[in-house]
């Protein structure tokens, strides 16, 4: 298997919801990886309808926690993705916070152009990355974007796609409790066994840092998938809409600070 983390710097997925509110312990926990009260940030909101607003909000966030160093950078088409003025800016930035929205916007829009070169670039030169919500779906290569948790044991009920490729042989799901997402990792891991699936609550992220283990933090759990060890699946033989046949996943609950080895599909 390839190494899963594609970079030097700290990737950070978080199911989304994190508390805005009171103790703001997730997004603290974002900061305190990067450079603390120093941290430079950069929030892309692409993959949100109302950027301002995300924007706002979070700036809002991030000087609660003391951070002054604040930039927001929307980019709502492919002919922005390509404007190199961005460059600096980005080069410049400890920490990247992709919001939540449509991780379709994030992929269709950023895929492939100068502006996520240059953010992969900052990130394997060592800038921590990092997505909440659908800013978390995408981090990864491949990446679900449609389909109904509740139907996500019925072959083709989900749509998949190239992600913005921070971290492969994985498949990250967010909402996962609140939305009752499980089928929609069931399916992922039965159709390519050699995905792991990850699923987030809200409030609740991972943090990879340079090897194939995630520590988790928040307040909910996080829920692997793991189909190494598969014995029979029918997934090759049905038609689309019937029903997915699978023996002997391999499933892990993992709240704060418990650790899951990727590399070697291990819990910690």
Request: overall charge negative; cysteine-free.
């Amino acid at each position: 298997m390839d190494k899963t983390i594609k970079g030097k710097g700290t990737l950070i997925a978080i199911g989304g919801n994190e508390d805005k509110l009171d103790e703001l312990k997730v997004l603290k926990r974002v900061v305190s990886e990067a450079r603390g009260r120093d941290t430079r940030v950069e929030v892309i909101t692409t993959a949100s309808e109302n950027p301002r607003l995300l924007a706002d909000t979070y700036e809002r966030l991030f000087q609660r926690i003391g951070v002054d160093s604040f930039g927001h950078i929307n980019i709502s088409n492919r002919s922005e993705a390509s404007d190199r003025s961005l460059e600096e800016r980005i080069n410049e930035a400890d920490l990247i916070f992709f919001t939540g929205g449509d991780q379709l916007r994030l992929s269709s829009i950023l895929g492939g152009s100068f502006f996520l070169e240059t953010v992969h670039k900052r990130f394997l030169n060592g800038a921590v990355i990092a997505g909440t919500s659908a800013g978390a779906a995408a981090l990864s290569e491949t990446m679900i974007y449609d389909g109904d948790g509740s139907w996500g044991l019925v072959k083709g009920s989900i749509s998949m796609g190239p992600g913005i490729g921070f971290v492969n042989n994985m498949v990250i799901d967010t909402h996962f409790i609140t939305r009752n997402r499980i089928g929609r990792l069931f399916q992922v891991v039965a159709t390519n066994p050699s995905i792991i699936g990850v699923g987030l609550s809200d409030d609740t992220g991972i943090i990879i840092k340079g090897e194939d283990i995630f520590e988790v933090f928040g307040s909910g759990l996080v829920l692997v998938v793991d189909g190494g060890h598969l014995k029979n699946s029918n997934i090759s033989q049905i038609h689309k809409g019937e029903p997915i046949a699978v023996e002997n996943f391999h499933v892990h609950s993992l709240g704060e600070g418990y650790r899951y080895n990727f590399g070697e599909r291990k819990f910690l």
